[in-house]
């Protein structure tokens, strides 16, 4: 016999159909050829997006936790006890079997992967596709696969997945899936090993977990409900006997950005100044209602306050001892604007010193808090399922 393992595998497939369908060797995309082919599609960080990518995540949860369960199933027949303890086998090594071995091995594979195959497709249909993404569903179901005997994923099923999904990242995350299998797939067949159906479970599973961190980190990036905290901490000196007044000004400004990517919303902000040496001040502590408009971008928010009822600041009264006293001039309440990145915790500071031209001193700090936004209907359901049984 052949010290090959891919002409016994060849054999398999050909009676059995027991791996994989049969596929013709096909190029891989290039990243160009990827890049040119998202071009078309526009990106998942818009709000639209955000209950698809968060029952994406459900669905991947729900694969790699069934796929886990498979390879404890599994992991039971393939073990190895060289270590004084039994531990499953993900691999077989080739080269250090015997013809005997081959052989009974094969016949042993084949049949597990007969029965593994059957526990996938039920487990598949068991979990459903993912709800909710705005594309058709498609009959006999969308999937993309990594033929395991010539490590190549094939491009045309690639291509009817990336022509499906409402958004480019969703393509580009599972088509990374697949780039896993590949490697792992290319580095294998180099050592000449062979996967156990418990080893196909753990690649799966480990796809799977890649899948579900990134798209966690697109949602986190994916702001469409929250707020913004201000906090602003400064002083001004002013000569004796008042000394130096320090400011404390804190606000809250919640928002929503809707499905054209437009910002919403509307807060308070309130200030508080405590005065130096015995001098006293009136006039100030008050709240002050803003607007909140603007527009989101893919990795940035730009926000715009309006103020809303009293158009200018009161007038500040300092009164001294001995009579001494004066009143600050009314500031007027000008809109204003800021950029911050379209990020859970993100922060903006702004430096008092250099916008006063050094009248005060300090620094003020926006920060953006995410909040979840409410599930919307879902308006269609495909299948994203993966049935690559490997």
């Known amino acids: 016999m052949s010290q090959h393992?891919?002409?016994?595998?060849?054999?398999?497939i050909v009676f059995g159909s027991l791996l994989l369908p049969v596929y013709q060797p096909v190029e891989t995309f290039s990243a160009n050829e990827r890049a040119e082919a998202a071009q078309g599609k526009e990106s998942c960080k818009k709000c639209k997006f955000v209950d698809c990518i968060k029952a994406t995540i459900e669905n991947k949860q729900a694969l790699m936790d069934?796929?886990?369960?498979?390879?404890?199933?599994?992991?039971?027949?393939?073990?190895?006890?060289?270590?004084?303890?039994?531990?499953?086998?993900?691999?077989?090594?080739?080269?250090?079997?015997?013809?005997?071995?081959?052989?009974?091995?094969?016949?042993?594979?084949?049949?597990?992967?007969?029965?593994?195959?059957?526990?996938?497709?039920?487990?598949?249909?068991?979990?459903?596709?993912?709800?909710?993404?705005?594309?058709e569903f498609s009959s006999g179901g969308l999937e993309m696969q990594t033929d395991p005997l010539e490590c190549k994923i094939n491009t045309s099923m690639a291509e009817k997945v990336q022509g499906a999904v409402p958004c480019k990242e969703l393509y580009e995350i599972a088509y990374r899936h697949e780039t896993l299998h590949l490697q792992?797939?290319?580095?294998?067949?180099?050592?000449?090993?062979?996967?156990?159906?418990?080893?196909?479970?753990?690649?799966?599973?480990?796809?799977?977990?890649?899948?579900?961190?990134?798209?966690?980190?697109?949602?986190?990036?994916?702001?469409?409900?929250g707020k913004l905290s201000y906090d602003m901490k400064?002083?001004?000196?002013?000569?004796?006997?008042?000394?130096?007044?320090?400011?404390?000004?804190?606000?809250?400004?919640?928002?929503?950005?809707?499905?054209d990517e437009k910002i919403h919303g509307d807060g308070s902000y309130s200030s508080k100044v405590q005065e130096a040496g015995q001098c006293t001040l009136t006039g100030y502590d008050k709240?002050?209602?803003?607007?909140?408009?603007?527009?989101?971008?893919?990795?940035?928010?730009?926000?715009?306050?309006?103020?809303?009822?009293?158009?200018?600041?009161?007038?500040i009264r300092i009164t001294c001892p001995k009579g001494y006293g004066f009143s600050l001039p009314s500031p007027s309440r000008p809109p204003g604007e800021v950029s911050i990145a379209r990020e859970d915790g993100a922060t903006?500071?702004?430096?008092?010193?250099?916008?006063?031209?050094?009248?005060?001193?300090?620094?003020?700090?926006?920060?953006?808090?995410?909040?979840?936004?409410e599930t919307q209907r879902p308006v269609a359901r495909t299948d994203l399922s993966r049935t690559t049984h490997r």
């Open 5 to 12: 393992p891919w002409i016994f595998l060849g054999v398999l």
């Open 66 to 135: 069934a796929y886990n369960q498979l390879a404890a199933k599994w992991g039971r027949f393939w073990t190895s006890s060289d270590s004084g303890q039994k531990v499953e086998l993900t691999e077989l090594d080739w080269g250090k079997m015997n013809e005997a071995s081959k052989k009974t091995t094969l016949e042993t594979l084949m049949a597990e992967l007969k029965q593994y195959k059957e526990d996938v497709e039920q487990m598949s249909s068991r979990i459903g596709p993912p709800k909710g993404c705005g594309y």
């Open 184 to 225: 792992k797939c290319q580095a294998r067949t180099a050592k000449g090993k062979l996967l156990t159906p418990a080893g196909l479970a753990r690649e799966e599973a480990e796809g799977y977990a890649q899948e579900i961190e990134e798209l966690k980190q697109l949602l986190k990036k994916l702001v469409c409900k």
């Open 234 to 259: 400064s002083s001004v000196a002013i000569p004796q006997p008042v000394g130096t007044l320090t400011f404390n000004t804190q606000g809250t400004f919640p928002f929503e950005i809707d499905k």
């Open 287 to 315: 709240t002050y209602e803003v607007g909140l408009s603007g527009d989101a971008a893919e990795d940035s928010l730009q926000f715009k306050f309006t103020p809303k009822g009293q158009a200018t600041m009161p007038s």
């Open 348 to 373: 903006k500071e702004v430096d008092m010193a250099e916008m006063t031209r050094g009248t005060m001193q300090g620094k003020a700090v926006i920060t953006l808090h995410a909040e979840p936004k």
